[in-house]
């Protein structure tokens, strides 16, 4: 615990703007790579779908008779000659992978703000306002628990 005690140590007392990029920046990384999966995933489903409505024979001789200057995709069906579930399935990948990075960005920043006002603001917010509650009542005879070594805990020990 030496080691990771430390370093949890020095990311508690970060400041809140170094708190705040860090978040957003973990966030970043992970909302990436999350829609890249997805991305890939979608495409995948969705072509395995289109791939029950392709002439499989005409396809292998496209592949067959192609140049290495063309590629050969396997080519979105009609919506009247797809299934409805196959059609509602290919339109989700679609969006998904239109908006999916769009949407995980989003959500990914969502969380970062709400993990940063949890873990940084919500207690000395709390400790404060008890504070605040305690002067208005004339009781001077009390004291912060929050010890934290960022701006919030100057904050909190300046009372």
Same mark, same amino acid.
């Given at each position: ?9 020095k990311i /508690?007392n ?5 708190t705040?990029?860090l978040y957003?920046i +973990?966030?970043?990384i992970?909302?990436?790579?999350l829609?890249?999966? @997805?991305?890939?995933? #979608? ?6 779908v289109?791939w ?7 396809y292998?001789?496209a592949?067959n008779?192609r140049?290495e200057n063309f590629?050969?995709?396997?080519p979105r069906p009609n919506q009247?000659?797809?299934? /409805?579930?196959?059609?509602? @399935?290919?339109e989700?990948c679609d969006? +998904?992978r239109?908006y999916?990075? +769009?949407?995980?960005?989003? #959500?990914?920043?969502?969380i ?7 873990n940084? +603001?919500k /207690?000395?917010i709390?400790e404060?306002?008890? #504070?605040?509650?305690m002067? #208005?009542e004339e009781?001077l005879?009390?004291?912060?628990a929050?010890?934290?070594?960022d701006e919030?805990?100057?904050a909190?020990?300046g @009372?």
């Amino acid at each position: 615990m030496g080691g990771d005690g430390v370093s949890m140590e020095k990311i /508690r007392n970060l400041s809140l703007k170094k708190t705040m990029v860090l978040y957003t920046i +973990l966030s970043l990384i992970v909302t990436f790579f999350l829609s890249v999966s @997805i991305i890939e995933i #979608a495409g995948q489903i969705q072509e395995e779908v289109w791939w029950k409505y392709v002439d499989q024979d005409e396809y292998y001789q496209a592949m067959n008779d192609r140049n290495e200057n063309f590629e050969v995709v396997v080519p979105r069906p009609n919506q009247s000659k797809m299934s /409805r579930m196959d059609w509602h @399935i290919s339109e989700t990948c679609d969006f +998904l992978r239109t908006y999916g990075v +769009l949407l995980f960005s989003f #959500a990914g920043c969502g969380i970062a703000v709400s993990l940063f006002y949890k873990n940084k +603001l919500k /207690r000395p917010i709390q400790e404060l306002k008890m #504070a605040s509650q305690m002067i #208005a009542e004339e009781d001077l005879d009390f004291h912060m628990a929050y010890e934290n070594e960022d701006e919030m805990g100057d904050a909190v020990q300046g @009372i």
